[in-house]
């Protein structure tokens, strides 16, 4: 994780994918210990490491 840009507005990270599910997972699994505000970023944090797996599977016979 790297702090990119920090100011009295906001703050702008940069994080690993490798950073991403160790992050997420405990948030996520322990959700009633957050508040609401933590959780929408946590599901953030844990679509874009989705996102980021290749999850394409060609079809079988696409070319056929």
């Given at each position: 994780?790297?702090?990119?840009?920090?100011?009295a507005q906001g703050i702008t990270?940069?994080?690993?994918?490798?950073?991403?599910?160790?992050?997420?997972?405990?948030?996520?699994?322990?959700?009633?210990?957050?508040?609401?505000?933590?959780?929408?970023?946590?599901?953030?944090?844990?679509?874009?490491?989705?996102?980021?797996d290749d999850h394409f599977e060609?079809?079988?016979?696409?070319f056929d």
């Amino acid at each position: 994780m790297e702090v990119i840009h920090k100011d009295a507005q906001g703050i702008t990270i940069r994080f690993d994918k490798k950073d991403l599910a160790k992050i997420a997972e405990p948030i996520v699994k322990n959700a009633e210990s957050f508040a609401k505000d933590t959780l929408d970023i946590v599901y953030l944090l844990a679509e874009q490491d989705y996102r980021t797996d290749d999850h394409f599977e060609q079809p079988p016979h696409v070319f056929d």
